[in-house]
């Protein structure tokens, strides 16, 4: 699985803080789940070819690991996918800010994944899966940015730069991290459940 590394950095700081004031005995993290797939369910169905970007990939994807031509109506689309045993839903809104009796609520649909060296966030329209491969067909969002120089805080600005990388996306190059968007005018800020955000490196002047 991908850049598990960060979930094992707050469990190191985490012990650490304990050691060194004393408070609770050192106990080892709980382990992660390598329960990582697209959920069949009785309303998936076949891929319609009507994407012609989509489909372009998932051709490019299928002559990569096989070496040959298929059609691409063997794909099949799922509402739900499971990451490292977490659970993702396709298509939800992230408009607005949903609250239950003032606890935050997760968007299902929002995921991160870290591609050169840096965390990056997209939005899932549906998950797909063909044979062994399972993964997401995204649309991602605004580059993250920092403006409080931490990992913890994450903004993504409207009209900021975009991510030019494929629509599809592998299952295990997704962080299992649970995510809640908070709006403040045309611009969003991201809440991680787990984990922390890798920033981009600095350079040196």
Request: glycine share 6%.
């Amino acid at each position: 699985m991908s850049n598990q590394r960060k979930y094992c950095e707050p469990s190191i700081a985490r012990v650490y803080a304990e050691r060194v004031r004393g408070e609770e005995q050192i106990k080892c993290p709980p382990p992660i789940s390598s329960d990582t797939h697209c959920v069949h369910t009785r309303a998936s169905k076949c891929y319609q070819d009507t994407d012609p970007v989509l489909s372009t990939r998932l051709r490019a994807i299928i002559q990569s690991k096989y070496g040959i031509d298929l059609q691409t109506d063997l794909w099949m689309v799922h509402k739900r996918a499971r990451i490292c045993g977490v659970e993702f839903t396709s298509g939800e809104s992230i408009v607005g800010v949903k609250r239950a009796c003032e606890k935050m609520l997760r968007c299902g649909s929002v995921i991160t994944l870290v591609k050169g060296g840096r965390s990056l966030y997209a939005w899932v329209i549906k998950f797909m899966s063909f044979d062994s491969i399972h993964l997401a067909h995204v649309r991602w969002l605004p580059v993250p940015e920092y403006p409080y120089n931490t990992p913890v805080i994450v903004k993504l600005r409207h009209g900021g730069p975009m991510v030019d990388l494929p629509c599809a996306v592998s299952l295990t190059d997704i962080d299992p991290s649970q995510i809640a968007i908070l709006h403040e005018g045309l611009d969003m800020f991201v809440i991680r459940f787990t984990g922390i955000d890798t920033m981009p490196a600095v350079r040196a002047t």
